[in-house]
Every structure is written in structure tokens, then in C-alpha cells.
């Protein structure tokens, strides 16, 4: 128990605490301590009710069966592993950016939850994360099942392919996804890339709750000019404004690189 206790201490503070709920929620459903109607997002409830709870709770609850439960760990894998690679790579010392992110893709995935009548939103937010990583990382190689080998740019696609196959819906990843673009395109392509007004920038108070470690750049309206961070175990550098982020890396067990 205290090697559990070590690698859980052992991630980063706000994927901890993410990954934390994102099992004792769904738990608490499966126990029947709270009906699990009451977790999920549902509009006129929200609207008319002022059910307010249930935007946090549908994002941190899923329905765990027999039928679900495979595609339930797998995502929540995919949580902690690249909200943790985030968080400690582009994000590292910046929380306050990191929870800007998760808040804004969080609220665009709810708005589009209301519109669309979705009762869960735990994988959207996941895919969101997943796929403002693979922005970072887009040359990275990473190897997926059977043998399959692509750079991560790809990486949010297939996982949306093969989410279908084990029984997820188009629409969760499709959202989170196009969340995630959203999210790098206001806050790095369009303003650098593009030369376009910043749109986005973390609020002031943020800092304040989360100063900035170890020389970090307060703010996210601009994005950096080399690689914000390089992944943990590559290796490479950056050459002439292009990614170089080394070797692949392997997703624990998953098969996954």
C-alpha cells in the first residue's frame, strides 16, 4: 500500500486532485451513496432547477458496468498520463496557466454538453488535454496498438477510432477534440503563427492562488519562441524553431508508446 500511496503522491498536484475525483465520483455512483441521476448534466435541470452541481459532477462522473468499465480505465489512463505529461512539461511551473486551460476547454465542453443534450462529459475534458498535448508534442513518435507507429499529431484521431471500437460515441471525442484546437489556436496559432490579437490570457487572480514556480512566464498570450518544455525520457532538442522531442515513450501497460 505505501508503493500506491508513494506513486499517487507522486503526481502532480492538479492531476492528482483531477484524477482523485474522477475516481471517487463515479465510485460514489456505483455504490448507489448518491443516485447516479443526480451526477449527470441535464440542461432543463441546470436551467430551470439552478442544479447547478451538475456541470462539475458530469464531468467527473462515469457509469462503471461490466460493459463500460474497460473504456472507463482506459480514459482514465489517458487522464493521468497526459495531464500529468502537461502539467510537467509545457505547463511545468505554471499551475496557474494549466487550470486557465482545463477551465476554459471545461466550459466550452459544457456549453456544447447543454447545447447537445450530452449527459457525460468526463471524456471530452480528457480529450481536450490529450489533444493540446499532441499540439505540443505533434513530432513526437508514438507507437499504438498492434505495432502502429505515428507521430502524435495524429494521436487524438485514433484514439477517437479506437474509443468507438470498445464502445465510446464520435461525439465525446469529436467535442473534446475540437474543444482542445480551440483552445491552442486562440491562445498560440492564431496570435503567433498568424500574427492575430491574443484572445485568451490567464485572469490576474489566478497568480495569485497559483503564483508561478521556478521562473515560470506568468500568462499564456504568447507562445514561447522554442519548446516550452521537453517530455520526460526524449531526447533531441529544438533545431532552427522546429519540434525535435526525441524517442517515442511507452504508455505503461497500454501498449501504447
Same mark, same amino acid.
Given at each position: 500500500?505505501?508503493? #500506491? ?22 465510485? #460514489? ?12 448534466? #441535464? *440542461? ?18 462515469? *457509469? ?15 487522464? &493521468? ?17 494549466? +487550470? ?6 471545461? +466550459? ?14 468526463? +471524456? ?27 507521430? /502524435? ?22 467535442? !473534446? ?12 496559432? &492564431? ?15 489566478? &497568480? ?7 521562473? $515560470? ?11 516550452? /518544455? ?5 531526447? $533531441?532538442?529544438? /533545431?532552427? !524553431?522546429?519540434?525535435?522531442? $526525441?524517442? $517515442? ?9
Amino acid at each position: 500500500m505505501s508503493d #500506491i500511496g508513494d506513486w499517487f503522491r507522486s503526481i502532480p498536484f492538479i492531476t492528482r486532485s483531477w484524477f482523485a475525483a474522477s475516481l471517487a465520483v463515479p465510485l #460514489i455512483g456505483k455504490l448507489g451513496l448518491i443516485n447516479f441521476r443526480n451526477l449527470v448534466l #441535464i *440542461p432543463e435541470l441546470v436551467l430551470s432547477r439552478f442544479q447547478l452541481w451538475r456541470p462539475v459532477t458530469a464531468t467527473l462522473f462515469f *457509469p462503471i458496468s461490466p460493459n463500460t468499465g474497460f473504456l472507463y480505465l482506459v480514459n482514465l489512463y489517458f487522464l &493521468y498520463h497526459y495531464s500529468t505529461r502537461l502539467e510537467t512539461g509545457a505547463f511545468d511551473g505554471r499551475p496557474a496557466d494549466y +487550470i486557465f486551460m482545463l477551465f476554459f476547454n471545461w +466550459i466550452c465542453i459544457v456549453i456544447t454538453g447543454m447545447l447537445m443534450d450530452m449527459r457525460l462529459l468526463m +471524456i471530452p475534458l480528457i480529450m481536450s488535454v490529450l489533444y493540446v498535448w499532441a499540439q505540443f508534442n505533434k513530432d513526437t513518435v508514438v507507437s499504438f496498438w498492434f505495432g502502429t507507429r505515428f507521430k /502524435a499529431h495524429y494521436l487524438p484521431w485514433v484514439i477517437l477510432i479506437f474509443n468507438f471500437i470498445i464502445g465510446g460515441s464520435f461525439v465525446n471525442e469529436v467535442t !473534446g477534440n475540437l474543444v482542445g484546437h480551440l483552445y491552442f489556436f486562440l491562445m498560440f496559432k &492564431y496570435p503567433v503563427d498568424l500574427g492575430g490579437r491574443a484572445f485568451l490570457s490567464t485572469p490576474e487572480f489566478l &497568480y495569485r492562488f497559483f503564483p508561478s514556480r521556478r521562473g $515560470g512566464v506568468s500568462g499564456f498570450g504568447v507562445a514561447p519562441s522554442r519548446p516550452v /518544455a521537453q517530455e520526460q525520457g526524449g531526447g $533531441g532538442g529544438a /533545431a532552427r !524553431g522546429r519540434h525535435n522531442w $526525441g524517442q $517515442g515513450f511507452r504508455l505503461g501497460g497500454m501498449g501504447v508508446e
